[in-house]
């Protein structure tokens, strides 16, 4: 029983984390970020991720996996 109470313990440090992959220039007075935004466990494997188009985009794709794994994020990390 001890065993599973650690592994327990040790998977509740993943993070989440969104990072920009490319702009696009839609106009010359407007461009589109392209952000891929992944789910990493406490060991540094990549769980699940997803792209995302633009802010809004992000924050869906952000509360998505939250409520999927939120019992197990403790960070999130948007690097721009």
């Not at 313990?9 to 490319?22: E, H, I, R």
């Amino acid at each position: 029983m001890k065993n599973a109470h650690d592994s327990s313990q040790s998977s509740q440090n993943w993070k989440l984390v969104s990072k920009v992959v490319d702009t696009y220039e839609i106009s010359p007075t407007d461009t589109q970020i392209e952000y891929i935004v992944y789910v990493k466990d406490d060991s540094g494997q990549n769980i699940d991720g997803a792209l995302a188009y633009g802010i809004t985009d992000r924050t869906k794709v952000t509360k998505e996996f939250i409520s999927r794994y939120g019992n197990r994020i403790d960070k999130i990390e948007h690097q721009e």
